[in-house]
Every structure is written in structure tokens, then in C-alpha cells.
């Protein structure tokens, strides 16, 4: 069975702070691991992915992601926030056919 | 870019009733899915398909059926709605299931 753990249900810093979301999976197979964001009210927007090679991945607005496998992890950062950075961050691990599974979400709150 | 479009953005129906949701893509993408997302919660997999005329059931399927009769379009049916299944439904579409696009979801209201 897939799972995807995000341990931390709210965050919060302020604007300029670093910030770190986490996200642990468990998967015996060959996978991608994703990150979106969701605004409220909208649906979720892809922010970057990792399958192989480099795992540090780059993604949109200055998010990046490092894959871990001796962690199972998959975590989210980002050096300086913005108040408009604020929104719900998804984990999801997606298997070879074509099942795609998402943790709970984390809660970014970005106080100015 | 392509996008997705859900209809209705708000579905309101009463207890027992059957309720259609629709889903299309321009993307061109084989892959369409069905999530439930409930208030704060993360998503749930109901129902995906991987060409025309494919149905695979996910996590949540009883309670629901889906049709994907053409490639742009993926349909879900609550078959009898219920009070504690008020969520946002969300449909996404995908090439080959790593990378997913989203609509905007659609709430089900049950009165």
C-alpha cells in the first residue's frame, strides 16, 4: 500500500522566514513525487516533480524540493516566503499505473 | 496551455437524488481523474481513466459512477446523494499520470 505522510497539518512564519515542508512516502516501486499548491477556493497547480537524477529540483517561485531515499522524503523549501505564499501544499506520489496519491496537505500561513 | 473545465461550480440537489458532474480538457491528455476533497482534508481518489471508454475505480468508488464516452470529456455520477458527502470534487487530466492538471472544482451541496 502507498502512503504519503505530511506531518505538519499548519505552518507558520513570517514573510521573509525560510521554510520547510515535509513529506514522507512509502513505495516499493519506481515513482514520481510532486509538490502542489492550492489557493483557496481554486484547485491545485503543479510546482515541481522528481523522478531521477539531481534530487534537488527546482521548482516555480522559488520553491525547491530534495529527494531522500535512505528517508523515504520528499521535503519542500523555500528560502524567503511571501505573503502570497500562503496556501495549502500537497505532497504526491504517483505509481506506474497511473494511480496518483496525495498526503493531507500542510497549511502555509505567511504573516507579514 | 489548455485548461479544464468543471460544470457545475455549485450542484445542489436533495437527499437521494442522482447528481452528473462534467469535467472537459483541450490538453489532449489520456488520463482523467476524480478526486473528493472534503473541508481541510487532502484528496481522495473516486474514479480515473486512462483512454476513451476506460473506467478504473479508486479508493472511494461506491456511491459513485463515471463515464468517459470521449477523450476530452470525464463525467462523475453521485447515485444517490447524501448530506455527509458534501465536498469539492476535483477533476484533473494528465499525459501519463506524474504530472496533473487541475480544474477548478465543484461543490455539492446536499440539502
Known amino acids: 500500500t502507498q502512503t504519503v505522510s505530511q506531518s505538519d497539518a499548519h505552518v507558520t512564519v513570517f514573510e521573509g522566514d525560510s521554510v520547510e515542508l515535509r513529506c514522507n512516502y512509502s513505495?516499493?516501486?519506481?515513482?514520481?513525487l510532486s509538490w502542489y499548491i492550492q489557493h483557496h477556493g481554486h484547485g491545485l497547480q503543479f510546482l515541481l516533480k522528481?523522478?531521477?537524477?539531481?534530487?534537488v529540483v527546482q521548482g516555480v517561485n522559488g520553491f525547491e524540493a530534495e529527494f531522500s531515499k535512505s528517508d523515504s522524503s520528499f521535503h519542500l523549501r523555500k528560502a524567503s516566503v511571501h505573503w502570497s505564499d500562503s496556501a495549502v501544499y500537497f505532497c504526491?506520489?504517483?505509481?506506474?499505473?497511473?494511480?496518483?496519491?496525495f498526503g493531507d496537505g500542510t497549511q502555509l500561513v505567511v504573516k507579514p | 496551455g489548455g485548461i479544464i473545465t468543471q460544470t457545475p461550480k455549485f450542484l445542489i440537489g436533495q437527499e437521494g437524488q442522482k447528481l452528473t458532474l462534467k469535467c472537459q480538457q483541450n490538453?489532449?491528455?489520456?488520463?482523467m481523474y476524480w478526486y473528493r476533497q472534503d473541508s481541510g482534508k487532502g484528496l481522495r481518489l473516486i474514479y480515473y481513466?486512462?483512454?476513451?471508454?476506460?473506467?478504473q475505480k479508486g479508493d472511494l468508488s461506491e456511491g459513485y459512477d463515471a463515464s468517459r464516452e470521449k477523450k476530452s470529456s470525464f463525467s462523475l455520477t453521485v447515485t444517490s446523494a447524501q448530506k455527509n458527502e458534501m465536498a469539492v470534487f476535483l477533476c484533473?487530466?494528465?499525459?501519463?499520470?506524474?504530472?496533473?492538471?487541475f480544474g477548478e472544482g465543484s461543490r455539492l451541496i446536499v440539502v
Open positions: 484533473a487530466s494528465s499525459i501519463s499520470g506524474n504530472t496533473l492538471y
Open positions: 513505495y516499493g516501486g519506481s515513482i514520481y
Open positions: 522528481y523522478y531521477s537524477g539531481n534530487p
Open positions: 504526491a506520489v504517483s505509481a506506474s499505473n497511473n494511480r496518483i496519491f
Open positions: 490538453f489532449n491528455h489520456d488520463t
Open positions: 481513466s486512462i483512454t476513451e471508454n476506460d473506467l
